[in-house]
């Protein structure tokens, strides 16, 4: 059995003025009004159209996914660990096969200001063919998304 050398995963972190319990709510059920879906989403880079939707279903097992204008759903991935207020590990798949999914480590830490620090991890880029590749694209791709979380998450009331 030949090992895949593992690749150095990305990590980023925002700080958004809500408690950890509020942040992690705000992330998971706010996905569609936070998402950048005209930019980072399958139908912006397949074809141009921005989906209708976007969602995160609640707990283990749950799924990532896109809606089309005709309805048709896009697989994102599937909620791994899902623990309110703490952490949201989800498989990050894009529409491809489970054997080439990677991992999204979200984590919540509550601050003494009230503040949260969330603290996103996106590793196991080894079990996709193109895996250094794509990790070099979503090492700055997780910004913009990341900075509309922030922005919206202390807008919200």
């Known amino acids: 059995m030949t090992l895949k050398p593992e ?3 990305v990590e980023k972190s925002i700080t958004v003025q809500r408690d ?3 942040a992690f709510r705000f992330f998971t059920e706010c996905f569609d009004t936070w998402w950048p879906t005209e930019t980072h989403s399958l139908g912006a880079d397949r074809n141009g159209i921005t989906p209708i939707k976007v969602a995160m279903e609640d707990g283990v097992d749950g ?3 896109e809606v089309a ?3 048709t ?3 994102w991935g599937r909620v791994r660990v899902w623990e309110p207020g703490k952490r949201l590990v989800f498989s990050w798949q894009f529409d491809k096969p489970d054997a080439q999914a990677t991992e999204v480590d979200v984590c919540f830490t509550q601050l003494e200001s009230g503040a949260t620090r969330i603290d996103l991890i996106h590793s196991h880029w080894e ?3 193109k895996g250094a590749e794509l990790r070099e694209g979503y090492q700055s791709g997780w910004n913009p998304v990341l900075a509309n979380l922030e922005a919206r ?3 919200s009331t």
Do not use: H, M, V
Request: with cysteine; glycine share 4%.
């Open 7 to 9: 690749i150095k995963p």
């Open 20 to 22: 950890a319990e509020t």
């Open 63 to 65: 799924r990532l996914y």
């Open 69 to 71: 204008a005709d309805g």
């Open 73 to 75: 759903e896009q697989s």
């Open 127 to 129: 079990n996709d063919p």
């Open 153 to 155: 998450c202390n807008q």
